[in-house]
């Protein structure tokens, strides 16, 4: 199959196909992301309050993570210097919204 003009392919760990699914479960899968993704499903946050929020996780790795959603185009940094979600980014918290309802009935 051709590779179509102006498609993104992305580096994906422990694949060779780079398929779009496998890209982002390689993403979603990495330390810190998904708990970044969650403290910003309501606000904007400043990097110290997430890192706060993110029980004082290495500020390295933090800012691993948010160049790596912001090059994937879920996070952006606002005029107020707070990173918030994009559409995407909030798209995709959404499809969280499930799993995070069973969670709820599964913990009781």
């Known amino acids: 199959m051709a590779k179509q003009a102006g498609s993104k392919t992305r580096s994906v760990r422990g694949s060779r196909t780079g398929r779009p699914i496998m890209a982002l ?3 979603l899968g990495r330390r810190w992301t998904l708990r ?3 403290e910003l499903r309501e606000e904007s946050l400043t990097s110290r309050a997430l890192r706060s929020a993110c029980d004082e996780a290495s500020p390295t790795v933090l800012q691993a ?3 790596e ?3 994937a185009g879920f996070v952006e940094l606002g ?3 707070g990173y918030g979600l ?3 980014g909030r798209d995709l918290c959404e499809t969280f919204m499930p799993l995070h309802k069973f969670a709820e009935r599964w913990k009781k």
């Open 86 to 88: 994009t559409a995407l």
């Open 25 to 27: 479960l390689d993403l």
């Open 69 to 71: 959603l912001r090059e």
């Open 36 to 38: 970044i993704l969650w």
């Open 65 to 67: 993570r948010m160049t």
């Open 79 to 81: 005029d107020g210097g």
